[in-house]
């Protein structure tokens, strides 16, 4: 990264042009570095929803939104998806290279180890009401295992750290499972050695007593790239949420339990029960792809096409890419045909062509199809974002770590431009 080569020059009423650092970024894309503005003009700058505010310099993920690139650490998402499984991409996220066979090894074995969940925690699931959304159990286990595993008050021993990531993203995946059986009323299943990280979750989710399970090995290919897709993505929401909450200095559990409340929205992680739940309903009302595009673009409708858009992604999200070729591989195994998949990819075929969604560049994102193949794994809708989480959980860490390394790291706190009363005075009871 360079900086201090360039200055841009900016111009304020009544005020000598002052220079303003540029900075350029690793792949080129250069930034305006306004740090001191405020201390040096009493300007602020006005961004509603960050659009163009970068909020700090991180070397975890590359995103090209005009080109459809995504990088972790360097690599394509293509060549993690086709070479690597969810637990090396964890570790690449966390610990910034991919893993040897000794440290790939030792690794899951430690995950293995970690992946118990303490007996009184297991007694909370049961205080919850069966409907509760799985989102708001899996927040609450989440920011509880800081009661449980306190031991990241203190931050300072490295060793802590360490453990404290591990136990986290072995633990909710755990709870996961467990959110389910509790869902359905079923006794907990304990995870094994026997397994690994994927082939453990199915295992907890779905064994039976009464019905033989056989874990599916496409189930187990379908979660681990699924999991790698949704496991990073630079300055997103939730991400955000985890820095903006760890910049207090709150530990990683309560950081990520914050994380997990930014994506349970239906315009972030949320959307992947939104697809579903709208092509369900397009599907019972007998609408057609074209019936469900006129009524997205339908301004006052209120009703956006789910799946569709995103913030920094102007052609296809190369993530949905990667997403629907899995989806076609899964429902294709079965040899029966899907017609919720059907209406998604006429729906996709008929909003790409269409100008509302052209002049707007909006596109598949990763929410459009992967919702199809949990649902066909067997995850019932309303834990899709829980599926989310569970792959985004590295990042969260990732940034988590990296925001604690950062020397410039301050409490996020940004600005405001105010738009309330000047000043009013308090008026007795009786004459308000
Ligand atoms: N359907 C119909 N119109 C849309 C859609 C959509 N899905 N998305 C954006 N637009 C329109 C929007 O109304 C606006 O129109 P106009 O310029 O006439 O006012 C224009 O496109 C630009 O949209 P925006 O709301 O300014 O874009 P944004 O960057 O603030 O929002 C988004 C991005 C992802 C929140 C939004 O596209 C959306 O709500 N999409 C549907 C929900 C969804 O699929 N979310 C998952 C995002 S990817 C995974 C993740 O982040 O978790």
């Known amino acids: 990264m360079e900086t201090n080569k360039e200055f841009a020059t900016l ?11 540029v900075i350029t970024d690793n792949m080129g894309a250069k930034s305006i570095d306004i ?19 970068g909020s700090c310099t991180s070397g975890i993920c590359y995103v090209n939104g005009e080109q459809g690139i995504l990088r972790y650490r360097g690599y394509d998402i293509e060549d993690l998806v086709e070479n690597c ?29 970690e992946s118990l969940l303490h007996h009184d925690m297991q007694s909370f699931f049961r205080s919850y009401p069966f409907k509760a959304h799985p989102m708001s159990v899996l927040a609450a286990m989440s920011v509880s295992l800081s009661a ?42 304990n995870p094994s050695y026997k397994y690994s990280y994927c082939e453990n979750f199915l295992n907890m989710m779905f064994k039976s007593s009464v019905i033989e399970y056989q874990i599916n090995p496409l189930y187990v290919k379908a979660l681990n790239q699924l999991l790698i897709l949704h496991a990073d993505h630079e300055q997103n929401c939730s991400t955000t949420a985890v820095r903006l909450i760890g910049s207090s200095d709150a530990n990683l559990y309560a950081s990520v339990s914050a994380g997990i409340c930014a994506l349970w929205g239906p315009k972030h992680g949320g959307a992947n029960q939104a697809v579903i739940e709208m092509l369900e309903f397009a599907h019972e009302q007998k609408m057609s792809a074209q019936d469900i595009v006129n009524k997205a673009k339908q301004k006052d409708s209120g009703f956006l096409l789910m ?19 899995l989806c076609q591989e899964v429902l294709a195994e ?10 998604a990819m006429e729906l996709e075929e008929v909003a790409v062509n269409d100008s509302y969604f052209k002049e707007r560049s909006l596109y598949p994102n990763v929410d459009f199809y992967t919702g199809l193949i949990f649902r066909r794994i067997g995850i019932p809708t309303n834990m899709f974002t829980c599926m989310f989480a569970m792959g985004r959980l590295p990042g969260w860490i990732a940034h988590w770590l990296e925001w604690n390394k950062d020397p410039y790291g301050k409490i996020g706190r940004p600005r405001q431009v105010y738009s309330g009363p000047y000043i009013r005075k308090v008026q007795s009871l009786n004459d308000r």
């Open 148 to 189: 449980f595993y306190p031991e990241m008050d203190d931050i300072d021993p490295e060793l802590q750290v360490d453990l404290a990531v591990t136990r986290l993203v072995s633990k909710v995946r755990t709870i996961i499972a467990f959110i389910y059986r509790h869902m359905k009323g079923e006794d907990f299943v």
């Open 85 to 113: 499984d969810f637990v090396e991409v964890a570790y690449l996220l966390i610990k910034g290279e991919l893993p040897n066979t000794t440290e790939r090894r030792r690794y899951a074995e430690l995950l293995n180890k």
């Open 11 to 21: 111009i304020l009423p009544e005020k000598d042009p002052i220079r303003i650092p």
């Open 35 to 53: 740090h001191s503005l405020r201390k040096d003009t009493g300007y602020i700058t006005y961004d509603p929803g960050f659009v163009n505010t």
């Open 334 to 343: 079965s040899g029966e045909t899907d017609p919720l998949l059907e209406l």
């Open 307 to 325: 799946g569709f858009g995103h913030r920094v992604y102007k052609t296809y999200d190369p993530r949905a890419k990667i997403a629907k070729r």
